[in-house]
């Protein structure tokens, strides 16, 4: 099994917002999420991140502003005693056709070159369907988390179950604290 966990961003770490996550006055993390990653660290797993950001492209916020909420993150899971590995992200709007935007696979492929770790059997954690897919596809365990976008998420499943859009049911927690937690007790 891959010691390898990766994260969705908004819904999973921080609370999501339809109308994105603009600045750092506008980032506020799950109840949980930072320890868990400090938890998850600690427990031997490398953690990296792959989001989605289309904001840059609509040009709701600029590089500079998804730099300062990834640096303080970044510093707030070190004060925790954890480390993110790596953070990739998509900035391009979905009509773009990337191979990078979930659910493609392209953030995930390239967070396993960069670490040099595989994706099959590793965990990627995240409160969307696009989330789920993207994580199947490369060979992960997809988690689905109740936050963000989690709820919604759910009620959606059997519908793409029954259109083979998602091959199979995750296993549902309620936040990445108990996610991590899980992952953790069954990694050993």
Not at 58 to 70: T, V
Not at 105 to 122: C, H, K, N, V
Request: hydrophobic letters at 40%; proline letters at 5%.
């Amino acid at each position: 099994m891959s010691r390898l966990v990766i994260l969705d961003r908004d819904g999973v770490i921080n609370e999501d917002s339809d109308d994105y996550i603009r600045n750092l006055d506008q980032w506020h993390p799950v109840p949980g999420s930072i320890d868990a990653i400090a938890a998850l660290h600690r427990a031997g797993y490398t953690v990296a991140i792959a989001t989605n950001q289309s904001g840059l492209s609509r040009g709701y916020f600029g590089l500079d502003e998804l730099e300062a909420i990834h640096q303080y993150l970044l510093a707030l899971v070190e004060q925790a005693g954890g480390e993110i590995a790596m953070i990739a992200y998509c900035p391009h709007l979905p009509d773009e056709g990337c191979d990078c935007r979930k659910p493609g696979t392209g953030l995930l492929e390239a967070i396993s070159r960069e670490l040099d770790m595989p994706l099959e059997g590793a965990h990627f954690v995240g409160d969307s369907l696009k989330d789920l897919q993207a994580g199947e596809a490369a060979n992960c365990i997809p988690l689905l988390v109740e936050t963000g976008k989690g709820q919604r998420t759910i009620t959606a499943l059997d519908d793409a179950l029954a259109a083979h859009s998602l091959g199979q049911r995750p296993i549902i927690y309620p936040s990445l604290a108990e996610a991590a937690k899980a992952i953790i007790a069954e990694g050993g």
